[in-house]
Each structure stands twice: as structure tokens, then as C-alpha cells.
């Protein structure tokens, strides 16, 4: 069932389960839901109560997943639209020929098409080939740089996430979302070093952010420029 609290100006919502358990549990997962467990005949004001108490808590924990819901606004794929390449913006040219193609030049994306309505696909699947490349290139030595923690991940997989820029499995492969092929270096090793330090430490704990920083002193810089060039 779904209930809702009341914190200041602030309105949470929660999904409440009740189950067969001692003590009640609250989640907030990477699209932001709060998930409240509760021992069964639990008075629902005790629940809220609890969640009133954790309500700072629950309000910078679903902050903290707000960078990774990308929210680029929807582009044109016409001439003179703008597109962003690993964080650097470029204007697109649009031309109708035979062989098709897509290729950077100077401060365009210079699309050759055989009709117009092939331009927005010749366009993603550009960017999906050159995410598979890149992307990884990124990771790469970042991954070399965690074997002293005696972690390695068992894949670096690419998958569309409409709600987050990255994932780790419990089995330790690691999901980025292609669309990062859009940001800059930094937010790129950002994320993959947030998926990183989850191969030690699966929850957000002070541990955890520590690890973070250790190994990125600068990533809330990154963070913020993520939110605020795909915004």
C-alpha cells in the first residue's frame, strides 16, 4: 500500500510491506521510492513516526540519486540543433546523399543521410558505437586502479537505463548507460568509480562515501556538473 508523511514543506511518499520480521526496515531505492517494511500489526502512526525521524536521511538519500537520473530534454535532429559529445556541444549538418554517414568536424556532426527521416537513427547509433568504445576506454584503467582492493568487476555491459546512469550487480557487473557518452571525462569516471567502490561497500554508508572520495577527491564537482549539463 502507498502512504505518505509530512516533513516541513516536503511531502514523502512510501510504499508500505508488511512481512513475518522483528524490525521495520526502510529503503530508499535508485529511482527514489521509499520502501518501508514493518512487522506485521504494526499501527501505521508508529510507522510514520519512524519515517519522520529518518525523514532528513530519506530526503539526502533520494538528492544523492538525483544525479543519476539522466534528463537530457529531448534534440532536434535537423541542421543547426545542438548535440552534446562527451560534454562539449556541437551543431549538427544534415546533408542528403547516397552513402550514409556521421563523423565529427571542427564544431559539427556532419550527417550524410539518404533521406531525412534516417537522420535521428544514423545519429544514436553513432553515438551507441562510440559509447561501446569510449566508454570502456574510460573505465579501463579505473578498473586496473581497483585491483589493490581485490575487486574487479565481471563485466562492463551498456544498457539503456531511463532512471539511472549506472548499476552494479550483486554479481559484480557493472551497467552504464550509453547516453553518459554525452558528458565530459570527469562525470564518465564519476559514475564508474561510484559503480566501483559498490563491488566493496553495496550500500551508501559513510564508508562507502569515504572510499569515494579517497579514490575521487573532486567527484561532488563532477556530480554536479552531470546534473547540471544534462539537466
Given amino acids: 500500500m502507498t502512504e505518505a508523511i509530512q516533513f516541513g514543506s516536503k511531502k514523502i511518499d512510501f510504499r508500505l ?18 520502501l518501508v517494511k514493518a512487522p506485521m500489526e ?11 525521524k529518518k525523514a532528513s536521511w530519506i530526503i539526502k538519500q533520494q538528492s544523492f540519486f538525483l544525479s543519476f537520473q539522466p534528463k537530457i530534454p529531448a534534440r532536434k535532429y535537423m541542421s543547426g540543433e545542438t ?7 556541437y551543431r549538427l549538418q544534415v546533408y542528403l546523399g547516397e552513402i550514409e554517414s556521421v563523423k565529427l568536424k571542427g564544431k559539427y556532426i556532419e550527417v550524410v ?10 545519429v544514436l547509433d553513432w553515438y551507441l558505437l562510440h559509447a561501446k568504445t569510449k566508454l570502456r576506454t574510460i ?36 551497467i552504464l548507460n550509453p547516453e553518459l557518452i554525452k558528458a565530459p571525462k570527469g562525470c564518465i569516471e564519476y559514475v564508474v568509480i561510484h559503480e566501483l567502490c559498490h563491488l566493496i561497500y553495496h550500500d551508501h554508508t559513510q564508508k562507502f562515501i569515504d572510499l569515494q572520495t579517497k579514490e575521487m577527491k573532486d567527484w561532488e564537482t563532477w556530480k554536479m556538473k552531470l546534473e547540471k549539463l544534462l539537466a
Fill in 17 to 34: 510491506e508488511y512481512s513475518e520480521r522483528k524490525s521495520l526496515g526502510i529503503t530508499v531505492n535508485p529511482d527514489m521510492e521509499v
Fill in 42 to 52: 504494526t499501527p501505521i502512526e508508529k510507522i510514520k513516526e519512524k519515517l519522520r
Fill in 83 to 89: 548535440h552534446l559529445y562527451l560534454g562539449r556541444q
Fill in 113 to 122: 543521410a539518404k533521406e531525412k527521416s534516417r537522420v535521428k537513427q544514423l
Fill in 139 to 174: 573505465a579501463k584503467p579505473l578498473i586496473e586502479k581497483f585491483k589493490k582492493y581485490n575487486v574487479e568487476p565481471s563485466s562492463i555491459v551498456l544498457r539503456e537505463m531511463p532512471t539511472r546512469w549506472g548499476s552494479c550487480t550483486p554479481k559484480g557487473k557493472i
